[in-house]
């Protein structure tokens, strides 16, 4: 949790600087200490209030983003053409479709939605993982 890290660092830089102030005036050791120990204890509240604001300001933010670039985006239908034969399964995906890019059964090649081949006689696992995403220019 943030809130305590930040917390600690605060009272502890308040402890630190009381004591050399403390020592750079000419107090006694008790005073010094007895100085240190307040301010680190006041420090380590405020930084337990500033810590809370800060966690609940990065989740409503992570939220708001969450919302607004949901990871589980909808896939986009391929269809098939007459006499192509590539299979489409119950949600109108071409079998091993990858935005718009379609390996061709066996044949190490890589055929565009347009029907074009992308990639002749290269491995199509690896002309899928080279290809673009989201129709994103190379």
């Known amino acids: 949790m943030p ?40 420090s380590y509240v405020v930084g337990r209030v500033i810590g809370k604001m800060a966690e609940v300001a990065m989740t409503e933010h992570i939220k708001g983003y969450k919302e607004a670039n949901p990871l589980n985006r909808p896939a986009v239908p391929v269809e098939a053409s007459p006499g192509d034969s590539t299979e489409v399964n119950s949600e109108g995906l071409a079998a091993g479709a990858v935005d718009g890019i379609e390996a061709a059964g066996g044949t190490g090649e890589v055929v565009a939605a347009d029907g074009g081949v992308v990639n002749e006689g290269v491995d199509s696992n690896e002309a899928i993982a080279a290809a673009p995403m989201n129709g994103a220019a190379a």
């Open 3 to 42: 809130g305590k890290s930040i917390a600690t660092v605060l009272a502890l830089c308040a402890f630190a600087l009381a004591v050399t102030l403390g020592v750079i005036a000419g107090k006694s050791p008790n005073v010094i200490l007895g100085s240190g120990l307040l301010f680190m204890v006041v």
